[in-house]
């Protein structure tokens, strides 16, 4: 989504944040099919009807896609003029709200009670995402008057009656209840305990990209910085030590990668990932610490994901020699200056 990019224009002006604004909604055909927008969308296969309201509430950050990184309702048909207030629960880290056709865009927001409004008068659909969470799902869409749809498995829809949509006036909503589900945070509760994670960061675009590997978090220097990223299949992703609290290491049993337990500052490991799916490594040290990271690759989760091994960028042959060099070089040059036994830490 091209219209992503505004977020500079809009972070520090303070004009978006819990206003209500006037939207400009696209204006739809007889029909609308939003099959493909809501491909990846868990509860995308009904419209909330919510029509005859003032202002309706869009809870963000809800159980659904993987972890907290959904809308509910995810999709909600209102009356002309009606005010949509889009309002944080506080999971699943960083989140916008952006439109497909770039007529709003949000802020990020991570506290809960954050809020953001549209009143919207035209006639029409708007499709609308998180922009750094789109890929995974995190998609929804406003039907605005009398205006036909297609849902994701054929359904068609046309002001029918569905869940209830919260209308911000009292009590909590029951997605409320269902995203505390621990199960559900931070990619199935992978990252519930890492209290530097504050969302997926976005880096797809780049061919490498560094994770320090003891920098502060966690209650000491025992934190992946960044703690989850998204990258593009090929990417290099490059772990380099920067912490001296203990001797760490970086490894995902399910995919089949673990570099050298290490000490010390300035090693490195690398790897590049063929394929989309999805990584979730640790310090097995400090793992219960919260010491974990997550890599999505391209339109992961999948249920296997390759590493192409240490060192190894796609398709580059010098740079895979000078990686294999770089990083496991490193590491045995460095392995008799730590001596397990002697670790307090």
């Known amino acids: 989504m091209t219209t992503y990019s ?45 029509t005859g309201r003032d202002e309706v509430v869009v809870e963000v950050g809800t159980a659904g896609n993987g972890g907290d990184f959904g809308f509910s309702p995810a999709v909600v048909r209102v009356s002309p003029e009606t ?15 952006v439109a497909e056709d770039g007529t709003f865009e949000s802020e990020y927001y991570s506290d809960a009670g954050a809020t953001f409004a549209q009143t919207v008068s035209t006639a029409g ?40 949509a919260s209308d911000g006036s009292t009590g909590e909503s029951e997605s409320d209840e269902t995203s505390a589900d621990a199960s559900a945070q931070s990619f199935d509760g992978w990252l519930a305990g890492t209290d530097n994670y504050d969302g997926l960061e976005d880096h797809r675009g780049e061919s490498e990209v560094t994770i320090e590997v003891g920098a502060t978090g966690n209650g000491g220097e025992f934190a992946f910085e960044p703690a989850a990223i998204h990258i593009d299949p090929g990417t290099v992703v490059r772990w380099e030590w920067v912490g001296t609290a203990g001797a760490y290491d970086v490894m995902d049993e399910q995919v089949g990668y673990a570099s050298d337990q290490l000490r010390g500052t300035g ?13 979730k490594y640790e310090c097995t040290k400090y793992g219960d610490k919260g010491m974990r990271g997550v890599v999505l690759v391209g339109d992961g989760p999948v249920d296997v994901l390759t590493p192409k091994g240490v060192g190894v960028a796609a398709g580059t042959v010098g740079l895979a020699t000078a990686g294999a060099v770089l990083g496991v070089g490193l590491h045995l040059r460095t ?11």
Do not use: Q
């Open 6 to 50: 505004r977020r500079e224009m809009l972070i520090g002006t303070g004009a978006l944040m819990g206003s209500a604004l006037l939207a400009r909604p696209a204006r739809a055909a007889d029909a609308t099919d939003l099959t493909e927008w809501l491909a990846k969308t868990d509860g995308a296969d009904t419209v909330v009807d919510a």
């Open 83 to 97: 005010t949509v207030t889009w309002k944080w629960t506080g999971k699943g880290g960083s989140h916008n709200v």
């Open 125 to 164: 659909v708007i499709p609308y995402a998180c922009a750094p969470h789109s890929a995974m799902g995190m998609r929804g869409a406003l039907v605005v008057g009398d205006v036909e749809v297609t849902l994701p498995g054929g359904t068609g829809a046309s002001g029918e009656a569905g869940a209830s």
């Open 267 to 279: 090693h490195e490991y690398a790897l590049a990932f063929d394929g989309d799916g999805l990584s």
């Open 335 to 345: 392995m008799s200056e730590y001596d397990p036994e002697r670790d307090d830490n």
